[in-house]
Every structure is written in C-alpha cells, then in structure tokens.
C-alpha cells in the first residue's frame, strides 16, 4: 500500500499533476461563481477539455472542477442572493443577509474554512472506507450489480425530489436514450435510423450540455437586470471573522462534515439532502434560532461543510463499486469510460496510480482553493458585475467548438441543439434533467450485468433474490418504490382537497 501511495504522489505532484488540478479549480470556481449555471453544466461545458488528456490528469482536472464549482457557487449567494449552484441556495440564507449588514468578507471567509473543514473529512472518509468496501465488493456478482444500479436509480428519483413521478419518468427516458447505438451481443443496430455517428451511442458531453448548459444559460439570458452586488472592502484584514465567529462555528462545521460525508456516500442524496438536513439540525440545537436567515453564521458555515464533504465522499461508491450515486458522479463514470477506465473493485488494484494520484490531488486542489480564493474574492465580485447578456454568447460560443473537438462530428452540434430544447420543454413542465442523465449512463451498465446474470441463472429471475445481498437490496428497491407511490397520492389528494376548498 505505501508503494501505491507514493507512486500516486508522484502522479499528483508532478507539473502535469499540479497544472491541471490548479487549473480543474480555478476554471470550475470561474464558472460556478456565475449565478444560474450549476455543476452539472460547469463538468458538462468544460468536460471536453479533458479528453484529450492522459486519464489520470483528465480525472484528477475534472474533480478540481467539480470541487471549485461547488465552492465557487456560494459565492453569488452571498454577495447577490443568486446562488451558482442549487447546494450554496442554503448557504444564501443567512450569507445574503450578513452581506447586508456589511459583514460580507466574514461570511466568504467562513465560507473558505468551511469548504476546506468539510472537504478534508471527506477526504478521510474516502481513504478509510474506498479499500475496504472495494474488496467486499470483489465477492459481487451481475446480480449484487444490478441490484444497487437499481438502487442508485430509484433512490436518484425518490429521496430529496418533490416530483417522484415525474423523476421516474426522466429514468425511464434515459434509460431507453442508452439503448441506442450497438447490440452488445449480436451487433444490431438498434434505434439509430441508419445513422452510422450513433453506432457507439449519444454523445454523453452533447446530451450533458444539452440538458443542463444551454437552458441555464438562455434562462439567465433572458433576464434584463441582475441584482447588484453588494460593495464592501474585500482585504482580508476585513474579511477576518470575530472570536465570536470562530466559537459559534467550530462544532456546525464538524457536524455539517459528518452530515455530508453520510448523505455524499449514499447513492441518490448527495449534497443537496446533506446541506438542508445541516441547516435543519444546527437550527434545531442553536440556542439562538431566531437569527437563522437573519444573518447567522452557524447557517453559512454547517451547509458549507456539508456541501463539501459530500462531494469527496459521493466518490467512494464511483470508485468502489462503479456505480455513480447522483448524476454528477455519472458524468465522472462516462469520462472514465472513455479513457478505457472502468471503475470498481479492481480498480485501486489495477491502477493505484490513478486511484491515490487522485486522492493527493484532493488534498492540494483544496489546498489551492483556500490559498487562491480569498485573495481573488475581489476578481469574482468584478466577474458577477459584467453583465451576463455579454457572458452567454462567449460560453455558448465556447461550448460548441468543446463538443466538436471531441469527435469532429457536426452531427454532435445538432444533437446538443435537440437535447438543449429537450432540456428547456423539461423545464418547462418541471421534470427534473439530473435522473435522465443517470438513467442514461447507467443503462447500458444495468442491460450489460442483468443479461450477464439471465446466462448465468439459465432465464431464471430468481436468481436476484436467491442471492442474500441482491435480495436485501431488492427488497429495498421494492419499498421506495412503494413509498414513492404512495407518497404521489397522498400528495395528489391534499391538493385536490386545497382545490375544493
């Protein structure tokens, strides 16, 4: 094990290695500080950049993203009560109300200490739990597989969604999206109208783009006026927090890490449950829950921390098991499955370069952050003051010639202008794009071990429950399955009821 930590040290602090996870920060907090764009659209337009990268650079650049992105989007909640992504909507709760009273600087300081707090217990998390469950998982066969790739999709569209159904039905849309392309086993095309681009499939990075890029940016588009940011003096001597500040943060911030590192590790929750259940709790056991969303700072700090550690944490069951617990660790799955990576239990056996490489890379990226982003609060604040209906067209301009570069296809640009309106009629009807894109990545994985199992079991399909881990498993499936429909019901009849009345 010491051997394939250091050979994944010598990956990330390479100058390859620190280049890319400088620049897999900066560009993901660039683009998460403008208000409206989110995660998924950061990783989807700035994904191309990292296929033509050696896959242990591209993973480590694209986690550097992801990351940045998640702490650069709190950086608009705070200053303009727009949050960059939808986890930092909580941290604007009360970091929008103290940049009113002029303690801007404190809030983004905290903001900085706590993203770092949370991310090194996930950190930890992820070191002490990948190696173990990843030789638990060895003993997996198709039907274990199978089993929590359902779980994943079901959990997706079930916990933290108000629109169950609707989610459900976005899965089962990408799902029937991943048929396309080549029968695994006979070689039939199927679905592709004889179209010789959709042989291997869709494009995930024109399907990623289409569904999240293009209608955040023409939504955001649309808007006349932004809210202005609030001016305040960013040095750092002013952005200092109070002794007060450091005492009432110190135990929201260990335990938003803990809340965040539980829900990041569980598939379909990730860091939106975790930073409303943070935000809920330390309200709960504050002795002052009356300054909650007035201006608290335990309320910027806990949803941080929690937002944080979820991210680091949701890559235990990616790099484990293989299988992505929300839509961003899908798109993760796709990257490395087009550089020839396939996550899972021989993973961290097969290439320890790449799996500690990316681990130290972890460290030094949120080092980097919390180095580089207090100075350069300033550059954000002029970044969110130029006015965006001069930003989209760049960033549009940008993100076609990112999915042309990838396979030199024109037929690409077309299918990201289709699921780009796709995305924006979603939206419009209020069915959520994040369930499709997991569907979409997962369904191929599900047809590949659910045939494999069939084989094996001669047609029998009780062999999912004959096996005792698949058979738990399923029998969970089973319940949310139940719960979500019934929980749709009841939901229904309430609002029937509001109507009559």
């Known amino acids: 094990m010491i051997s394939d930590v250091l050979a994944g040290l010598s990956v990330a602090l390479s100058v390859d290695g620190l280049l890319y996870c400088f620049l897999g920060v900066f560009l993901g907090t660039f683009v998460g500080v403008l208000p409206g764009i989110g995660i998924m659209a950061t990783l989807a337009m700035l994904m191309p950049i990292t296929y033509h990268l050696s896959p242990n650079f591209a993973l480590i650049m694209l986690a550097g993203i992801y990351y940045g992105a998640s702490y650069g989007g709190s950086t608009a909640a705070i200053l303009m009560n727009l949050p960059g992504t939808a986890t930092s909507a909580v941290t604007g709760l009360d970091g929008y109300p103290m940049a009113m009273q002029g303690r801007a600087g404190q809030a983004l300081f905290m903001t900085a200490i706590a993203s770092f707090v949370g991310s090194m217990f996930g950190v930890v998390l992820l070191v002490c739990f990948s190696v173990p469950l990843s030789r638990i998982a060895l003993q997996f066969g198709p039907q274990e597989y199978v089993a929590l790739m359902l779980l994943g999709l079901i959990a ?17 849309l990408g799902l029937a999206l991943g048929l396309i392309g080549l029968d695994l086993n006979s070689g ?55 002794r007060e500040d450091w005492r009432r943060s110190s135990m929201p911030m260990l335990r938003g890490s803990s809340v965040g590192g539980f829900f990041g590790a569980l598939p379909g929750t990730g860091g939106l449950v975790a930073t409303f259940v943070s935000y809920a709790i330390e309200r709960k056991v504050s002795r002052r829950p009356e300054e909650f969303g007035k201006g608290a700072i335990e309320g910027v700090a806990a949803p941080e921390a929690a937002n944080n550690s979820a991210v680091q944490a949701a890559f235990i069951p990616t790099l484990s098991l293989g299988i992505p617990g929300d839509p961003v660790m899908a798109i993760m799955l796709g990257v490395m499955m087009v550089h020839g990576i396939l996550p899972g239990p021989t993973l961290i056996q097969s290439s320890p370069d790449l799996f500690w490489g990316l681990i130290v890379s972890f460290v030094i990226g949120n080092l ?25 067209p760049v960033i549009v301009a940008l993100t076609c010639i990112g999915i042309y570069s990838v396979n030199y296809q024109v037929s690409d640009i077309a299918i990201l202008v289709a699921f780009g309106f796709l995305g924006l009629g979603m939206r419009a009807l209020d069915f959520e794009a994040a369930p499709l894109l997991l569907g979409f990545v997962l369904g191929p994985m599900v047809e590949e071990y659910f045939r494999r199992a069939l084989t094996i079991s001669n047609g029998d399909l009780g062999t999912f429950t004959e096996r005792p881990i698949s058979a738990v498993i399923m029998v969970i ?7 979500a429909v019934v929980s749709s019901v009841l939901q229904m009849r309430r609002g029937r009821v509001r109507h009559a009345s």
């Open 156 to 172: 997706a569209s079930v916990i933290g969604s108000g629109r169950t159904i609707r989610s459900l039905a976005s899965v089962s």
């Open 188 to 242: 039939t095309a199927r679905f592709t109208f004889g179209q010789a681009q959709l042989f291997d499939g869709l494009p995930l990075v024109a399907l990623a783009i289409g569904l999240f890029g293009l209608p955040g940016i023409i939504s955001n588009a649309g808007r006349t006026t932004l809210p202005k940011v609030e001016q305040t003096n960013f040095r750092l001597r002013n952005m200092m927090p109070t």
């Open 368 to 392: 980097m952050l919390l180095v580089l982003n207090l100075p350069l609060v300033g550059l954000w604040v002029r970044l969110l003051s130029i006015p965006y209906n001069l930003l989209s």
């Open 477 to 483: 499936v089973a319940l949310l399955l139940v719960w």
